[in-house]
């Protein structure tokens, strides 16, 4: 059966709780197909509104009160790298647009920072309201909830993130750093890390019946806000390679092969049973990251293996 792009890029929250993960998915793989232009994901963008004060989480917090010790234990492991995670690529995104080599990047860029900052209160409003929190504000709750000692997640995330940020808020004119970091930011961390991690934990509670909640229609939105942002980058470093593959392609290669272990660490849960709980395995979850890892890569015109 065809998916119908129309109605999930126009579906109301509400809506969206009606809608699995693989759909939304989808809109990726037909930008691949056929290649929006940056308006086109601006006017995209324009559709697409939601609001974090429209969820209710008011059955989140009844499934968390009744929820086994394993159950909250997997739902705040996961959770803390999302959360963490929204707030780390908001921190680190306004270098891209000063850097963006057109206007119609900027714009676009400009877009994907005001996401990033909704993500991280959907987030915040989760954590308030089902899992608790005596923090007196974000500042606070952020420290609480950062993620256990993961080299691979701290590694992205601290170090390479950042760093490339800087690299870009130093010197807006490098577009070397600006192709090494949309590879970070939107292919490593956003279409082969996010995007995994968003999959099958809305499969998961999809499969358990919990698609009325609000957790799953807030991250179903939020999952296909970055939908656009995957797109993005994928057509920004197509062009990038075909305008000069000797010197882009190897830039892309060599960020790629740094970070193919960071993935793997960073989807590595410290109990097994966080996966394994729900049906699946750590090896069908690394596996699924790397095929969409290359299926973005044929797409953007390079090879790993070279």
Same mark, same amino acid.
């Given at each position: 059966?065809?998916? #119908?792009?129309?109605? /999930?890029?126009?579906?109301?929250?509400?809506?969206?709780?009606?809608?699995?993960?693989?759909?939304?998915?989808?809109?990726? #793989?037909?930008?691949?197909?056929?290649? +929006?232009?940056?308006?086109?994901?601006?006017?995209?963008?324009?559709?697409?509104?939601?609001?974090?004060?429209?969820?209710?989480?008011?059955?989140?917090?009844?499934?968390?009160?009744?929820?086994?010790?394993?159950?909250?234990?997997?739902?705040?492991?996961?959770?803390?790298?999302?959360?963490?995670?929204?707030?780390?690529?908001?921190?680190?995104?306004?270098? &891209?647009?000063?850097?963006? +080599?057109?206007?119609?990047?900027?714009?676009?860029?400009?877009?994907?920072?005001?996401?990033?900052?909704?993500?991280?209160?959907?987030?915040?409003?989760?954590?308030?309201?089902?899992?608790?929190? #005596?923090?007196?504000?974000?500042?606070?709750?952020?420290?609480?909830?950062?993620?256990?000692?993961?080299?691979?997640?701290?590694?992205? &995330?601290? #170090?390479?993130?950042?760093?490339?940020?800087?690299?870009?808020?130093?010197? +807006?004119?490098?577009?070397?750093? &600006?192709?090494?970091?949309?590879?970070?930011?939107?292919?490593?961390?956003?279409?082969?890390?996010?995007?995994?991690?968003?999959?099958?934990?809305?499969?998961?509670?999809?499969?358990?019946?919990?698609?009325?909640?609000?957790?799953?229609?807030?991250?179903?939105?939020?999952?296909?806000?970055?939908?656009?942002?995957?797109?993005?980058?994928?057509?920004?470093?197509?062009?990038?390679?075909?305008?000069?593959?000797?010197?882009?392609?190897?830039?892309?290669?060599?960020?790629?092969?740094?970070?193919?272990?960071?993935?793997?660490?960073?989807?590595?849960? +410290?109990?097994?049973?966080?996966?394994?709980?729900?049906?699946?395995?750590?090896?069908?979850?690394?596996?699924?990251?790397?095929?969409?890892?290359?299926?973005?890569?044929?797409? /953007?015109? /390079?090879?790993?293996?070279?």
């Amino acid at each position: 059966m065809a998916v #119908d792009l129309e109605r /999930i890029g126009r579906a109301s929250l509400k809506e969206l709780g009606d809608i699995r993960i693989d759909d939304v998915l989808s809109f990726i #793989d037909r930008g691949i197909e056929n290649m +929006p232009s940056y308006m086109d994901l601006y006017r995209r963008w324009e559709a697409q509104q939601w609001a974090v004060s429209d969820l209710d989480f008011s059955l989140d917090r009844q499934d968390w009160l009744e929820s086994s010790e394993l159950d909250r234990k997997a739902t705040l492991w996961s959770h803390r790298l999302f959360f963490n995670g929204e707030e780390r690529v908001t921190a680190t995104l306004a270098p &891209f647009v000063w850097a963006a +080599p057109t206007p119609e990047i900027e714009i676009f860029l400009s877009t994907q920072m005001v996401d990033e900052a909704r993500h991280t209160v959907f987030f915040e409003r989760w954590w308030r309201e089902v899992a608790g929190t #005596d923090a007196r504000n974000m500042t606070d709750l952020l420290i609480e909830i950062r993620p256990e000692a993961n080299e691979g997640y701290n590694e992205l &995330f601290y #170090d390479r993130l950042p760093a490339t940020a800087q690299r870009l808020a130093s010197n +807006p004119n490098d577009f070397d750093a &600006f192709v090494e970091g949309v590879t970070l930011y939107h292919i490593v961390i956003e279409a082969t890390i996010a995007l995994t991690g968003q999959r099958f934990e809305l499969e998961a509670m999809r499969e358990q019946g919990l698609t009325d909640r609000g957790f799953y229609r807030g991250f179903t939105a939020v999952a296909r806000d970055e939908s656009r942002h995957v797109n993005f980058g994928i057509k920004f470093l197509q062009e990038a390679v075909r305008k000069d593959p000797q010197r882009y392609a190897p830039i892309i290669q060599r960020t790629l092969v740094e970070c193919l272990p960071l993935i793997s660490g960073t989807l590595d849960p +410290p109990d097994p049973r966080y996966i394994t709980e729900y049906g699946h395995t750590q090896s069908e979850i690394v596996q699924y990251a790397f095929e969409s890892l290359n299926k973005r890569l044929q797409a /953007i015109g /390079i090879n790993l293996a070279a």
